[in-house]
């Protein structure tokens, strides 16, 4: 309305003095300012050709047009050749804009620290597009920096303000970043204008959505999913609460049912590059291994500045990878029981289905008495049949002499999001108690197992084993797991473990640890808390405390306890290692028995 008044006054001068330059170009200026950029440059170009500087400043007009219009590269074709030009700051300013659109974030940043060398004052606007940068950039902290100034220049700046809220995110400030959240959506209306010109606001729905994801990535996963499903029962078509329900519902293991959800985006909005994403991944859990790599190939393709979309390709490549792991241990119980393991094993991917595998493997068990050597290697390879059916083999045999040939079959049956079968035969089982390993005791061993996972939250593990010894003992022995995720927050959280397991022994005879018949319970209280995550790069520790009885036939039951200290390295997203070391108190024939053990293992993918 202003504008147009304006527009109505510069009318009148006109009429009362014709061709007026003064009253005509400020004309052209509002209209310029209304949005009408193109009929003022078409205007000025044939009435003041000469006016160099009133041309310049509407094609600036046009290039910021351009920018809301998400039409950056035009922008830059205008702000190129402006921004030369030192003393052109608004040039300067708006190309900033411009590369932020295109996602051309190193030159975004060198252009700041260029004007931060020239000791220019860089308004709140742009700052907003330099912390977005850095953000970008894997710079948080410098990021929230800027969003910080940026607000105090602009408190009611909503994307200052938003962008302060996804560096508290990336930081894993939780708390700062649930009061942003919360501070923003109070203030933000729902609705804008007045009467008939009423309006959704948009930001609104930025500002709800990101609680959701604010709940998934620190991992409270059933808070982001009763969010995301609420919202999604209010707004069935809005595509963002939809994408946002399915990659919970990926992240809590249901491949499956997320699948679906982000098929249905698909057919509704098929450039949600979000959705896309999601699918790709889903598509890749589900063994459509091809499939999935041809939808990130042309993600790449389409947004090769994406974050998401070069974090997804990078996820596949490094599926891809040939893999090396490398376990060690050492074992020490009281009377002298000693064991040391160590492995090694090769991973070359020869399909996006199957990858062969080799080891090397050795093991020394002693007492105060004898010692037993085993020196194995084998090979074999895992292969994926499809989203419900994989299968592992392995041959091994003693590398230093070539006897004692064996061999590890194992089948896995997962035919929905919770279920999960398996069966494993394994002729020479290195799977055997370490005192019987003293005494030269080898074990062929049987696995039926039935696994029920409702989410990351709550698990079910069924097992039952036989070891057929080969002094003639035959153990059956079965096991019910329970699991509970009890609390998530800030870094930190809690989770429970009961467990109880029986077993049978034939042989009352045998020289190691025999019983024939046993039973045990135990509850443990896992604490885990991630030191650091940042990307691909993380520090977690993990505490387990284990409480709980043991009897056997003939001795009465004893009390047995455990404390596992865990400290989990990545360091990127190619190379891992674990640290460990247990406490034991265990209970043989009656006896309590004190132990320890160190372990470690390492991860490089290559």
Known sequence: KEFWAAINTYDDILDIVPGNPTARKLRLRAFSDMGGVSLALTETEAAFPEDIDMYRDLRGDMAVKYIQWGEPKEALKILEPQSRKKSNLRARFDRIGALAGINEMKKVTASYEEMLSEQVVVPSWVLNSVAGAYLYLEQPRKALGLYDEAVKSNPHSFDARMGRFYALQELREWRRAEQEQAALDKETPALLGQGKNIRPNWSKMEVTLAKGWLFAYEDRLREADRFFSDMHARAPYNTDTRDGMAHVWLWRGWPRKALDEFRIIDTIEPNHVGSRIGKADALDTLAFKEEARKDAGDLLKAYPRNKHVQQLDRSFKVEDMRELDANASFTSQEGGYEQFRADIQFFQPISLYTRLNGYVMTQKDSDRNSVQHYRRGGMGFNHIFNASWRMRQQFSANYSDGRKFGSFTELDYTPDDYWTLSAAYDSFSTDVPLRARVYGTEAKKYDLAATYRQSEWREFHLGLSRLDF???????????????????????????????????????????????????????????????????????????????????????????AAFRYERSYNFSDTRSLILGISLSRNSYDGESTDGYMLDLSYMWRF
């Open 470 to 560: 080969s002094d003639g003992n035959k153990r059956i022995m079965a096991s019910l797991v329970y699991e509970q995720g009890l609390w998530v927050k800030n870094n930190w959280m809690g989770r429970l473990l009961l467990s109880l397991d029986t077993s049978r022994n034939s042989s009352d005879t045998a020289p190691y640890f025999n019983p024939a018949r046993d039973r045990g319970i135990s509850v443990t209280y896992l604490i885990a808390n991630t030191i650091y995550r940042f990307h691909n790069r993380s520090l977690i520790q993990r505490f387990y405390l284990t409480v709980g009885g043991y009897g056997q036939s003939g001795f009465s039951a004893r009390p047995i």
